[in-house]
């Protein structure tokens, strides 16, 4: 079983800046893909941006020049640098990973979420 761990999300001012944090620990053999996904209200859940492990990156365009992905493969943890905020970033933002289970490294990986953390971008 895998747990993602989100952090960092909060409340800023249009034009600020926030880095979000997401660790995933347990039966982890590999990690593939990870990502940031976010949900609006009244919305559904779109893609932020994602980077596969050799480092291939894929955003979306609403926050192209603006967000950035990166992770660290040792710690199982990705970030997402969220510069020059707008309002309509505001949404929840969930961590996404793909992963081997070290109990069944035969097997696909397998899709993983975490809890979700509050982006709020006031105007």
């Known amino acids: 079983q895998v747990q993602l761990v989100e952090s960092g999300g909060g409340l800023v001012q249009a034009g600020g800046s926030l880095r979000l944090s997401c660790a995933a620990s347990?039966?982890?053999?590999?990690?593939?893909?990870m990502g940031w996904y976010r949900q609006a209200p009244g919305k559904q859940r779109e893609l932020v941006a994602t980077?596969?492990?050799?480092?291939?990156?894929n955003y979306a365009d609403s926050v192209k020049g603006r967000f950035a992905i990166s992770r660290d493969n040792a710690k199982n943890t990705v970030y997402l640098q969220m510069n020059s905020l707008k309002p309509e970033d505001t949404a929840v933002y969930y961590c996404?990973?793909?992963?081997?289970?070290?109990?069944?490294?035969?097997?696909?990986?397998?899709?993983?979420w975490g809890q979700g953390t509050q982006v709020t971008v006031s105007s």
């Open positions: 996404n990973a793909w992963v081997v289970d070290s109990r069944r490294i035969l097997f696909p990986s397998v899709e993983s």
């Open positions: 980077m596969a492990t050799g480092g291939t990156t």
């Open positions: 347990g039966s982890i053999f590999r990690i593939n893909t």
